[in-house]
């Protein structure tokens, strides 16, 4: 069983991860590769970037920065969901299942 699982690999996701691993946290995220930042050409809305950064660049980075705490992106989908009698949570990720502590959705 993992702490959290992170549905969702765009930088609301990757951020959350981040801050996770570093409060030595187990943590999933799991992105099926369609964040919509990859399509934004430049944002401005991102804060540390000033002069505003591709969508593609900032996705870099940030997994970047999570491989630096030891995390991961699993890629696939999360075909069912649900809550345990426990009060955790069980998701189906393709062929595979995962238990969690805590559940965030940032899809």
Request: charged share 15%.
């Amino acid at each position: 069983m993992i702490d959290c699982l992170v549905i969702g690999g765009g930088p609301a996701g990757l951020t959350a991860a981040i801050y996770l691993q570093r409060f030595h946290r187990t943590v999933c995220i799991v992105d099926n590769n369609q964040s919509r930042a990859r399509n934004i050409k430049l944002s401005r809305n991102y804060p540390g970037f000033p002069a505003g950064i591709a969508g593609d660049e900032l996705l870099l980075r940030l997994q970047q920065q999570l491989e630096n705490f030891d995390g991961a992106i699993t890629h696939g989908t999360v075909t069912n969901l649900q809550q345990t009698a426990e009060g955790h949570f069980r998701a189906d990720i393709d062929a595979s299942t995962m238990v969690a502590r805590t559940l965030l959705l940032a899809t």
